[in-house]
């Protein structure tokens, strides 16, 4: 279950600084403080793009043989789904590879650290970051006021987590989307899983035709037929009228 309430961050001014003079050299702290202020965080371009445009406080010129330092990339993805999942996992995109290279690293390779935000697992990033400690806290609670099965699962769970002091600011000003937005999910998903289990409905009769129909021309009663496949005589009869309607 993923909801949009993370966003960008700017890294504070000692961080910035470290990294910017590592790059760049020593520089005034004016200089640098002028940079750290003009920093703009990524955004999309358009409502409907795919990525985000990322943008520089500083000039960039690439000279011909010459190296110039960026920011070294790291990769988090949180994970609070219900399936079991370790607290922490590394997912490495060469093992989706057809072909795999045994002797050396691949040519190209993408880390990406999973942490585990269920409560029950107790990470630590949790007590370092109460804004992801009290979404973990309105997803458990969530989950428990939707196991109730009533109309009013997910703005009872909002008023809980107000009350309780749980994404209190975020909620007060976006309660209502949250709510509208979490029935739109959950009526996606009922039709996802709807959807499913018709089509392996659909699979199975088109099976069970096949092998009514092979057991048929071995001269098999309706009797043995529902026997062997171990559905009702009506099944095997109603499948045996489809099958000479159509």
């Known amino acids: 279950m993923a909801r949009r309430i993370a966003k960008f961050h700017k890294v504070s001014f000692e961080q910035f600084r470290e990294g910017f003079m590592d790059s760049f050299g020593p520089i005034e702290e004016e200089k640098i403080k002028e940079a750290y202020d003009g920093v703009q965080l990524p955004k999309r371009a358009t409502a409907g793009s795919a990525g985000y445009d990322f943008y520089t406080p500083v000039s960039i010129v690439l000279h011909p043989g010459k190296t110039v330092k960026i920011p070294t990339p790291e990769f988090y993805t949180f994970y609070n ?9 590394m997912l490495y995109l060469s093992d989706a590879y057809v072909q795999k290279e045994d002797t050396h690293s691949p040519m190209l390779e993408l880390c990406v650290k999973v942490i585990n935000i269920n409560p029950e697992q107790g990470h630590e990033i949790l007590d370092r970051c109460s804004i992801l400690r009290e979404y973990s806290e ?37 309660g209502s989307e949250v709510v509208n937005m979490l029935i739109a999910e959950y009526d996606y998903d009922l039709d996802v899983e709807v959807q499913r289990e018709e089509a392996y409905a659909a699979g199975r009769q088109e099976t069970l035709k096949e092998l009514v129909k092979r057991k048929l021309e071995k001269g098999k009663s309706i009797d043995v037929i529902a026997e062997e496949l171990e559905e009702t005589t009506e099944e095997i009869a109603r499948i045996i009228k489809s099958m000479q309607e159509a």
Not at 81 to 89: L, M
Not at 138 to 165: P, W
């Open 138 to 174: 309105f997803v458990e609670i969530l989950r428990k006021h939707q196991q109730t099965g009533s109309s009013d699962a997910y703005k009872n769970a909002v008023e809980e987590c107000m009350k309780a002091g749980i994404l209190t600011d975020y909620l007060k000003k976006k």
């Open 81 to 89: 789904g219900k399936d079991p999942w370790a607290k922490e996992k």
